[in-house]
């Protein structure tokens, strides 16, 4: 693994936020002048090839680049807002019910966030 590779790869483990890979290129500045937005991306992609990070994709919004902890995600229809949420493992009930092996899944749940809820409820 490449330096800047473990360097991304420490700042998606320790964010608290889904990161793009323009966010993420600008936290790796803070700390390192080298390195470009081409690197991150490249990087970012290797990682989530290897299956060192989750990559989340949302239409009408840029990739999100995650840990890879367990977990599954709200998102917000209007705004785009991405928020971890902790449910029970579904990989065995859904193993059953598609009759295959599973490696992984990616349960994303759509919702309106508290501050798109009371713009909607303000109108």
Same mark, same amino acid.
Do not use: C
């Given at each position: 693994m490449t330096? #800047? /590779?473990? !360097? @991304? &790869?420490?700042? =998606?483990? +320790? *964010?608290?936020?889904? !990161?793009?890979a323009e966010q993420i290129f600008l936290r790796l500045k803070e700390t390192n002048r080298g390195g470009s937005l /081409?690197? =991150? #991306? +490249? +990087? &970012?992609?290797f990682l989530y090839k290897e299956g060192f990070?989750?990559?989340? *994709?949302v239409e009408g919004y840029p990739d999100r680049y995650d840990n890879i902890r367990r977990h599954d995600h709200l998102v917000c229809r209007r705004c785009g807002k991405l928020s971890d949420v902790l449910l029970d493992d579904l990989t065995e009930t &859904?193993? %059953?019910? @598609?009759? =295959?092996? !599973?490696?992984? #899944?990616? &349960?994303?749940m759509s919702y309106l966030c508290e501050e798109c809820?009371?713009?909607? +409820?303000? %109108?």
């Open positions: 330096k #800047y /590779a473990e !360097l @991304i &790869l420490d700042i =998606v483990n +320790n *964010s608290k936020e889904h !990161l793009s /081409a690197t =991150v #991306y +490249n +990087n &970012l992609s990070i989750r990559k989340i *994709s &859904l193993q %059953k019910q @598609i009759g =295959v092996p !599973l490696l992984s #899944y990616d &349960l994303k809820l009371k713009k909607e +409820n303000s %109108k």
